[in-house]
């Protein structure tokens, strides 16, 4: 789709026997399909489609030049608002792709409204990004940005649902008419728009502390490199006031004392602020205005986490990529690798956070002896993040967790299908990666840095009850309906009430259950600081 969407015509050519052919495979014909002919057929047909492009030259570039003719799209424009953090970051994925984008004037604009599912209006300034369908690139632009895409069949095999405001936690208004906007911007224009000033941390030599909030992955990328260079990080466990400015759970708080033993503490400190854009305010004292005291129980210290990620069977290869990616690519942390087959040699008392990524067979490989070393590192301290189907290894009573499925009801109707109706009955029990409003606790860590709700990407029909405690992201009554993208009736009945993202405590550690994937592709955005909190702030 990806071609189709840039005015070229995407096709995949495939041909039998998948990725577990081998050298030879037997049909359902009898015949035996060699993979020798397998890439004879490939290179054929690629020979054959560059012969039919050339002798279609004309038409190809009539056809070419006709589709990035502007059209009369049902929205002219794409109104965004939000955290900084999050606005740049979706300007550099949309530099990426070529597209177009300016800030606002000081209007208020009126539109369809993404976070309630209705018209609605919302200011547009200069701290907002508009993005207009009135460019070359405003196929492409309707495609990523239109609020709850038109499926032209419900089978499919992949998400049916991917607008971006939702995926970078954003409020967005979609405008019918054209909006004004103060000139074309770049990424890096509009980062420097921000609050980030040359940072004058080395002067603060009389300082107590540095103070900077806690919303977003650039936050989680700046603690990671603070932690890797060993400096002492505490975080807010309630919201306080100092020198006159409201700080949120979550605010990173940078004490000299803790750092006294660091070398060129205000000089290392400086330049990750820097790096990071990350402005921070220094306050000479510990005593707030209001709240509790940087003394207190309600600020804690951030452990520098060993971390290690499961690998092998049953694990899922495409999320380990995902896991593996966050670590190595984005918060630039180390991560170590434990694969299955010596899985139960190994001393687990050596890790601080174990990563279950999703997969099949987690029933199978989470023996007796496996529960019970993992319950009894987690009892003493261990901190254990269960992705996906990796939960199915965890959930039922006989496990000794708190854990539990929720089944699907019967429908009668599926026992007595029309013969060639099968898959349409079946699909009501189907959730095709659709898009849900979910309600958050965000005075739980896990949730630091959320408003109270959140915009979930459900993967599948997956549905686990709400735990008795420790319910930290979860689906409510009314929350069933997909705000995009297809979901069975059957599904949404299931998922009524369940849990998506929460944390069990168990003896000196914590179980983290993510029943939806926050890292999902590496695109969505909005979940990747769940993963972030999970890793450096339940505790």
Same mark, same amino acid.
């Given at each position: ?135 070359? /690139?405003?196929?492409?632009? $309707?495609?990523? &940005?239109?609020? #709850?895409?038109?499926?032209? =069949?419900?089978? !499919?095999?992949? +998400? ?71 400096? /002492?990080?505490?975080?807010? $466990?309630?919201? &306080?006031?100092? #020198?006159?400015?409201?700080? =949120?759970?979550? !605010?990173?708080? +940078? ?285």
């Amino acid at each position: 789709t990806y071609p189709t969407y840039n005015g070229a015509i995407g096709m995949t050519y495939e041909q039998g026997g998948s990725g577990w052919a081998g050298l030879a495979i037997t049909t359902n014909g009898g015949d035996t399909l060699t993979l020798k002919d397998r890439i004879s057929h490939h290179l054929i047909t690629g020979l054959s489609t560059l012969e039919v492009t050339s002798k279609n030259v004309d038409r190809l570039n009539q056809e070419f030049k006709k589709y990035y003719q502007l059209k009369n799209y049902d929205y002219h424009a794409y109104v965004l608002n939000g955290k900084h953090d999050n606005l740049v970051a979706l300007t550099k994925l949309l530099e990426q792709h070529e597209i177009e984008f300016g800030v606002g004037h000081t209007d208020n604009v009126k539109g369809f409204n993404y976070s309630t599912g209705k018209n609605g209006s919302m200011q547009a300034d200069t701290n907002s990004i508009v993005v207009s369908t009135q460019q070359k /690139k405003g196929t492409l632009v $309707k495609v990523l &940005f239109e609020p #709850d895409a038109k499926l032209s =069949d419900s089978l !499919t095999y992949d +998400i049916t649902a991917w607008s971006l405001p939702y995926a970078y936690g954003l409020q967005a208004i979609a405008v019918e008419s054209m909006v004004p906007v103060k000139g074309k911007k770049s990424s890096q224009e509009f980062a420097s728009s921000g609050k980030f000033k040359t940072s004058q941390i080395t002067n603060e030599k009389g300082a107590y502390a540095f103070l900077t909030n806690w919303a977003s992955m650039e936050d989680a990328k700046f603690l990671a490199d603070l932690l890797k260079a060993g400096i /002492k990080v505490r975080y807010a $466990k309630k919201p &306080f006031i100092m #020198d006159g400015t409201r700080y =949120d759970r979550g !605010t990173l708080i +940078i004490a000299r004392a803790d750092n006294k033993h660091t070398a060129d503490f205000l000089v290392e400190l400086d330049a990750i602020a820097t790096l990071h854009r990350k402005p921070l305010s220094a306050t000479s004292t510990g005593f707030v205005e209001g709240g509790k005291d940087f003394g207190s129980d309600s600020v804690q210290l951030i452990d520098d986490v060993n971390v290690a990620v499961l690998s092998g069977e049953p694990t899922a290869t495409l999320q380990f990529g995902e896991i593996w990616h966050f670590f190595e690519q984005q918060i630039h942390y180390p991560l170590s690798t434990i694969d299955t087959e010596y899985f139960e040699q190994l001393d687990l008392s050596e890790y601080d956070v174990l990563i279950l990524p999703d997969g099949e067979g987690y029933n199978k490989f989470m023996d007796k002896n496996i529960l019970n070393d993992l319950k009894d590192w987690v009892k003493k301290g261990g901190k254990l993040i269960a992705m996906g189907g990796a939960l199915k290894g965890l959930a039922g009573e006989k496990k000794g967790f708190h854990l539990n499925t929720k089944e699907i009801g019967q429908d009668s109707s599926l026992y007595l299908p029309v013969y060639d109706e099968t898959r349409r009955q079946q699909i009501k029990k189907a959730i095709t990666g659709a898009i849900f409003k979910a309600q958050v606790d965000n005075t739980h860590p896990l949730a630091y840095g959320y408003d109270e709700t959140y915009f979930t990407l459900k993967l599948g029909n997956d549905a686990y009850s709400l735990l008795d405690e420790g319910t930290v992201v979860y689906l409510g009554e009314d929350d069933t309906k997909p705000i995009a993208g297809f979901a069975g009736s059957m599904a949404q009945e299931k998922i009524n009430e369940t849990l998506i993202f929460g944390v069990e405590k168990l003896g000196e550690g914590h179980i983290i259950y993510m029943v939806d994937n926050p890292l999902f592709r590496g695109f969505w955005e909005n979940g990747k600081l769940f993963f972030a909190n999970a890793l450096f702030l339940v505790n």
